[in-house]
């Protein structure tokens, strides 16, 4: 029941999103990144992934951020009355981008073989472990969004902090030897692995590291919104 509840506020706000043009910013900067990271010849399909995946995190991040800022507070209000539920509002803003996150990382995976920039050997490896590298990275993208939104953030200097401040913890602490790898989601870990080959054990690791990151983020986020008109 709550789920049908849910569905017309996601339906709404993804569709607020593409009418306004909020989504062609981050898909440009999606596309001007993955054509220099495969601009520079072929390489190995999972390699090649990983580092799509990073490069991604903070596009996907500050996509997540637009649709959540693109409603007017008062329409969000309104929501949360209609939703009777301050959570429910939330979940719906996540569920949102998690859908809009899907055509970006659908872009991410196929744009390397359109331009012939990945190896075709093992192609159909590579490309599962792409698939996994960019779900990975989507969890914890969300969770950065949410935190760098309007209504956490409240001023576009705090909400550029977030996002860039996540990027960087995203690529230099989240290594596997790092003092305090915990800290931030294991993205740099993975695109390493990937390019090194990755067992099943890693595979695992990375995965429940990020997840379990990611809900202590969004746990802080759902918090805070519950706080929060």
């Known amino acids: ?45 999972a390699e090649a992934y990983g580092v799509s995946a990073l490069l991604m995190f903070p596009v996907l991040a500050w996509q997540t951020k637009l649709l959540l800022d693109a409603e007017p507070d008062v329409q969000r209000r309104l929501a949360v009355v209609a939703l009777r539920s301050r959570r429910r509002e939330a979940v719906a803003g996540l569920l949102a981008a998690s859908v809009i996150a899907v055509p970006a990382v659908i872009i991410a995976l196929g744009l390397p073989w359109v331009v012939n920039g990945v190896k075709h050997a093992h192609a159909g490896t590579g490309l599962l472990l792409g698939l996994w590298a960019h779900a990975i990275v989507l969890p914890p993208a969300l969770a950065v969004g949410a935190w760098s939104s309007r209504v956490i953030a409240t001023t576009a200097g705090r909400a550029t902090a977030v996002l860039v401040g996540g990027a960087v913890l995203g690529l230099v602490l989240g290594l596997s030897g790092s ?41 802080g986020y759902g918090w805070l919104r519950r706080t929060r008109a």
């Open 1 to 45: 029941m709550s789920g049908a509840r849910l569905a017309p506020l996601v339906t709404m706000r993804v569709a607020g999103f593409l009418r306004t043009g909020r989504f062609i910013p981050p898909l440009l900067a999606a596309l001007v990144l993955l054509s220099i990271l495969y601009g520079g010849g072929q390489a190995d399909a």
């Open 179 to 219: 003092p305090v790898p915990w800290l931030a989601p294991p993205l740099m870990g993975a695109a390493r692995a990937l390019a090194n080959g990755i067992g099943a054990g890693a595979l695992g690791g990375f995965t429940g590291w990020a997840l379990v990151w990611s809900a202590l983020v969004l746990a």
